[in-house]
């Protein structure tokens, strides 16, 4: 509630208990760090290597209800100390409405994409580098879920998955806001080099020879004073990256927290609704292939993993019944 992270680690007895505690002198003096001023929404973390960085561990971004986007980097200093500091944050014109981290393929850079209330569009973010010592937080571009061209808001991201990484590229999924029935919104994430490409397309300004990433993004890091979103942001917003639009058939309200769970084979979706369903769907035919009771009303959390090979497990905790409903699907 007050915005802070606490890092904690496992430990193990001679009688192999388990327990979960909370290090006594964490790099930096203390094991909690302060993200927000306010609440947390969404906190994702994930693990990347590094050249320049022999100590990096992985990246890990958040948002809240500050209105601000904050990403860090979680470093190894010695044998069981991890240091987590904070990269740098940005302030949006809304509050956040949902967050997704993933990896530039080319780069090995991380991508922050993020929605918020009130626009159809997604931010990029991402930083000019994996030095620890000169790494900053950048914004990218703006990716449009809307096929008009003159509409920034009909509808607004609740939840963001990932589907599939291509060679380049990334494909995620958007859960909306749309009622009576949730849509989901499938779109090509480009990779920084294309962002970058079409940009200076469109400037006049691009040669083959001469494109670095890396520099571009110091260019646009020395353009911002300071991290705020601003009406007259000449960020790139990006369209005609849309690959489908389905309506899910899950059904919602303007309260309901749009939750959607990506199969770890990439062959669809989980979306636990408010009628107390879990319902299995196809993105290739856009069809509801599986439903199943889970709880008595919406649901409040969920999450998936891989038990295996070839089996998936499904856990929904339910809001109203207070229930914990665990699938095993093979």
Request: with cysteine; charged share 25%; proline share 4%.
């Amino acid at each position: 509630m007050n915005g802070s992270i606490t890092s904690m680690k496992f430990t193990v007895d001679d009688e192999e208990n388990w327990d979960l505690v909370a290090p006594s002198n964490a790099a930096g003096g203390s094991a909690s760090l302060k993200l927000h001023r306010r609440l947390i929404t969404d906190f994702r973390y994930s693990r990347f290597t590094s050249n320049e960085d022999p100590t990096l561990l992985g990246y890990f971004a958040s948002i809240g209800w500050d209105g601000r986007v904050t990403v860090g980097r979680a470093q190894r200093l010695g044998e069981e100390e991890i240091k987590f500091s904070i990269i740098g944050d940005y302030k949006l014109f809304t509050n956040p409405t949902s967050l997704l981290l993933t990896e530039d393929k080319r780069t090995h850079l991380p991508l922050i994409l993020v929605g918020r209330l009130e626009s159809s569009l997604l931010t990029v973010f991402t930083i000019t580098s994996h030095d620890p010592s000169t790494s900053k937080l950048v914004e990218v571009a703006k990716l449009s879920l809307n096929d008009s061209e003159f509409s920034s808001h009909s509808f607004q991201p609740m939840a963001i998955a990932e589907i599939s990484s291509l060679e380049d590229d990334t494909i995620i999924t958007i859960a909306t806001d749309h009622v009576p029935y949730m849509r989901l919104i499938t779109v090509l994430v480009p990779s920084l080099k294309e962002i970058f490409t079409s940009e200076l397309k469109s400037n006049g300004e691009y040669s083959s020879s001469s494109l670095d990433i890396f520099s571009q993004l110091e260019k646009k890091a020395s353009q911002y004073t300071e991290n705020v979103e601003s009406f007259h942001s000449k960020t790139p917003i990006l369209r005609s990256y849309i690959i489908s639009n389905f309506n899910s058939l899950s059904p919602q309200d303007k309260y309901s927290n749009a939750i959607i769970l990506c199969r770890p084979h990439c062959s669809g979706l989980w979306i636990p609704g408010d009628d107390g369903m879990l319902r299995g769907f196809d993105l290739r035919t856009g069809t509801v292939v599986e439903t199943l009771k889970s709880n008595d009303g919406r649901a409040k959390s969920a999450f998936i993993g891989k038990l295996g090979n070839d089996s998936e497990v499904i856990v929904v905790c339910g809001a109203v019944d207070k229930k914990i409903s665990i699938w095993k699907c093979t």
